[in-house]
């Protein structure tokens, strides 16, 4: 198993903001997030930020078009929002983690993307690496740095 792991603080955000309106996102708010990049994000199966709901993903991280089903498998609102890729009749072995902390000024962000098995699955994980080389690591980390500070502009602006 290893681990991407992006941190980061956004000033003037709170961790509530970040898991409520990713758990709720539908596809015209993604798309306003980061227009050009972000293309869709919505619940396709279950109550949208309902635990076993199912969103579909689809964005650009660096020069990779990344489309991904996910199924919602914690949600802590303002602290922590788990997400696990999907296929059709299984979970593969890729999580996505928000994990959060407010402070005085805004929130401490550290974005995960956990890969591989534990135990004898674990002979796979070389295999997996291939799709989560180090341009892409490098990538997420521009992007999550990047995308957060543009949430809190949306959120900010959809209040005026």
């Not at 993604?30 to 309902?50: E, I, S």
């Not at 579909?56 to 498998?73: A, N, S, Y």
Request: proline share 5%.
């Amino acid at each position: 198993m290893f681990s991407l792991v992006t941190r980061t603080h956004v000033a003037g955000l709170s961790g509530l903001e970040i898991t409520d309106f990713l758990a709720t996102c539908d596809d015209e708010a993604f798309r306003r997030w980061w227009p050009g990049t972000h293309f869709h994000l919505h619940t396709v199966k279950g109550a949208p930020g309902t635990l076993g709901s199912i969103i579909f993903m689809d964005e650009m991280i660096g020069r990779k078009r990344v489309k991904v089903k996910c199924e919602l498998l914690e949600l802590v609102p303002g602290r922590k929002l788990v997400w696990q890729l999907r296929r059709p009749l299984f979970r593969l072995p890729v999580k996505l983690i928000f994990s959060l902390q407010d402070d005085g000024a805004g929130v401490q962000v550290e974005h995960s993307i956990e890969v591989g098995y534990v135990g004898a699955g674990a002979f796979l994980d070389p295999l997996l690496r291939l799709f989560f080389s180090p341009r892409f690591a490098a990538d997420k980390d521009e992007h999550v740095r990047t995308e957060l500070p543009k949430l809190r502009d949306l959120l900010r602006e959809s209040r005026l």
